[in-house]
């Protein structure tokens, strides 16, 4: 399934719940989306849209395993998050 996230969508997008997500995913330990969602402390409807935006904006290899009752990454690491920083002033000057 695609969507179609407007600028508005992405703007909303939090990404402090992203890296939640992300983490518990990794050690699939979700629980189902109604469980993640209190966790969260968001709607069930706002779990299926993060999902959805690391699947399709972040191409994150997400699926859900009905057995373990789990949102998993299909391939190793799933996301990769880097922090990037701009240089300070000191640091970009050139002798």
Known sequence: MNYHFSE?????MNI??????HEMI??????KP????????V????????I???KEELKAPINY????ESYYYTEPPGLCFVA????????AQHH
Do not use: H, W
């Open 34 to 41: 109604s469980a993640l969602a209190c966790v969260l402390d």
């Open 8 to 12: 508005i969508m992405i703007r909303d």
């Open 65 to 68: 395993s009905n057995l373990k």
């Open 26 to 31: 990794t050690m699939q330990s979700t629980g």
């Open 52 to 54: 959805a935006f690391m």
């Open 16 to 21: 402090k719940v992203i890296i939640r997500i």
């Open 43 to 50: 709607s069930e409807r706002t779990v299926y849209n993060y």
């Open 84 to 91: 990037q920083t701009k240089p300070t002033q000191l640091n």
